[in-house]
């Protein structure tokens, strides 16, 4: 029981005192009702002087009020036979007071009630103390939520988009259903299961599958659910999830978020028994110790692999690591058809084009996309979905909600203008860039104006020269700025920022600078605590960092030259296509296409 608590009830006991004891004695806060005790002779003698304007007489006393509106007390002897006479006759209002049965009952509480409230103060703080103590001794209990009748009502029907991920789980679900097919071959399904992938690709709708389709018990938790700040409760916590897992087993035991409490040890600042080191032994312990019997998996998910200790990934432990990785188009357009189950969907709407408009969308995101289209749909007062949101969606992910109330100056306008046809123009004039979908000056998120460039199918690899295209399409935005104003603007700095670390990338990831080719420079070593991810190791001399600076510059500046010449040889289109996106505000790239191939017709003729 901790001390704010004690003083708060302490508070409220003499309060409730105080409250009694006032009912009890009434005339306590009222000031007027102060009086006096007189002698019972000076009482007779103001009431022959006609002094006493009234009285009231008790058992013991009289209580009276003189002419004056002060107040008196005396003590009467009961055997005073002219008493009541002699103040009929001065002219005295007299009031007898009835006796007071309670009293004997009011002296008696009086008397008992500090006792009582005692009593009643130590048994709060005993059920206090009581209730500490079992919440103390509940922390080592885990906090995992066991589904059993209320398990999750997810299949393999509605995961859709990761089909290798799928197959790799159906084995699990099929050794809980019929795990002797296994045993009489000597088979052994694998003890743990890291799922492994970005974020929002369904490592935990997968998971609450695998459930779903072996109708076993279900615990899940997160990694962070085990560690706390008091030493030993996650370890704790570790072995009664696992006790609880084995009396109902077969079961799966899914942690999410593994990351959190299975990072490499041996990193931090606290040596090796901290909290979370603990936590992690009695996991190793508990995956594979030495009760060889158990039906219990352990399902785990993770984006970050690369930091967890190596003791987890052994087998035994996580010895299959199954990978979620972004959708596919096919995969896309499965990952729609059971987001748009049950919503009224318009004839226009085609789920080849929005599955090819998502180019890198996670399975959350194409859920959100859905989200915002029938959204717009209610807020525009419609009965379905059309394709018109669905558009309007996309742009809404990618780019942010659009910025209506901001409104540019005319000045500002063309500047957007030219900045946004200046990307658009370099990557139509390019053959490795990627095709550009539309061009707009509407302010979306923190842009002013963006070019949407999507790939005309999934692409897994990118060459030197795709590369360099993108970085020249970064750039034209800048070079457009500078044919038409004569000056940048302050509007390229993400587009710069963007084409430093790709170019970056090329020299030191990729090997494809002309001085430094095949080398990787520059590795990431630091512990986990420490700040690996900000810290690192320069495994190079000084020498080849000014080549490694001086070569990214080269990349950069090559790209711009290109991007430059081309908007040169094109300048008249970039001010035709100016005018016509000023004023319509919004370019598809068809629209951009026509009007190249008419001025080149055009040009061909003359």
């Not at 940048?488 to 090997?511: F, H, N, Q």
């Amino acid at each position: 029981m901790n001390f704010k608590n004690i003083i708060s009830r302490l508070i409220i006991i003499f309060f409730i005192g105080f409250l009694i004891f006032t009912f009890l004695n009434p005339n306590i806060l009222d000031n007027s009702a102060k009086e006096r005790v007189i002698p019972y002779s000076e009482f007779i003698k103001s009431v022959e002087n006609k002094e006493v304007f009234k009285v009231e007489i008790g058992e013991k006393e009289i209580n009276g009020l003189f002419r004056d509106g002060s107040r008196f007390k005396t003590y009467s002897p009961t055997q005073d036979a002219n008493l009541i006479p002699t103040l009929i006759k001065n002219d005295v209002v007299v009031e007898v007071k009835p006796p007071d049965n309670t009293s004997l009952w009011i002296s008696f509480i009086l008397g008992f009630a500090p006792y009582l409230i005692l009593i009643f103060f130590f048994w709060m703080m005993f059920r206090q103390v009581q209730g500490s103590n079992s919440q103390a001794f509940s922390f080592g209990r885990s906090r995992a939520r066991l589904f059993l009748d209320n398990k999750p009502k997810v299949t393999f029907a509605d995961v859709a988009g990761v089909e290798e991920a799928k197959q790799e789980l159906r084995e699990v679900v099929d050794f809980l259903k019929n795990p002797q097919k296994y045993r009489r071959l000597g088979a052994k399904i694998p003890r743990g299961i890291l799922l492994v992938g970005p974020p929002g690709t369904g490592k935990t709708l997968l998971a609450r599958a695998v459930a779903g389709e072996a109708n076993v018990p279900f615990f899940s938790i997160s990694g962070s659910e085990f560690v706390e700040m008091f030493v030993g409760v996650g370890a704790a916590r570790v072995r009664d999830l696992f006790t609880q897992a084995k009396k109902l087993s077969p079961s799966i035991v899914f942690i999410d978020e593994l990351d959190a409490v299975g990072r490499h040890r041996g990193a931090g600042l606290g040596g090796g028994h901290d909290e979370r080191e603990q936590t992690l032994n009695q996991l190793l312990v508990e995956m594979d110790g030495f009760d060889e019997n158990t039906n219990v998996i352990v399902l785990a998910a993770t984006n970050r692999p690369d930091i967890l200790d190596p003791a987890l990934l052994r087998p035994g432990r996580f010895d299959r690591r199954v990978i979620v990785d972004r959708p596919d188009f096919e995969g896309r357009k499965k990952i729609l058809e059971v987001h748009l189950r049950g919503k009224p969907i318009g004839k226009d709407v085609n789920i080849d084009i929005i599955a090819k408009s998502t180019p890198g969308f996670v399975g959350a995101d194409i859920a959100n996309l859905v989200n915002e289209a029938a959204i717009l749909a209610a807020r525009k007062n419609k009965n379905e979905i059309n394709m018109e949101e669905f558009e309007e969606a996309i742009e809404k992910v990618i780019a942010g909600p659009e910025k209506k109330n901001r409104i540019l100056r005319p000045q500002e306008k063309e500047m957007v203008a030219f900045h946004e046809l200046g990307h658009a123009l370099v990557a139509k004039l390019i053959p490795e860039a990627t095709p550009v979908h539309k061009v707009t000056i509407i302010p979306r998120g923190l842009a002013l104006g963006y070019t949407l460039q999507l790939p005309e199918e999934d692409r897994y690899l990118l060459s030197k020269k795709e590369l360099e295209a993108e970085i020249a399409v970064l750039l034209g935005g800048r070079a457009a700025e500078e044919l038409i104003f004569g000056q940048p603007t302050s509007g390229a700095a993400d587009d710069l920022r963007r084409a430093t670390d790709l170019a970056r990338k090329m020299v030191c990831e990729y090997g494809m600078s002309e001085k430094l080719r095949n080398l990787t420079l520059g590795e990431n070593h630091s512990e986990v605590f420490l700040g690996k991810d900000l810290m690192q190791i320069k495994n190079y001399s000084e020498d080849t960092a000014k080549i490694i600076d001086e070569e990214i510059k080269n990349i950069v500046d090559k790209a711009y030259n290109r991007a430059l010449s081309l908007l040169k040889d094109h300048e008249d289109v970039l001010k035709e296509l100016s005018k016509i996106l000023i004023e319509k505000e919004t370019l598809d790239g068809s629209e951009i296409d026509k009007f190249l191939q008419k001025t080149t017709e055009t040009e061909g003729i003359s």
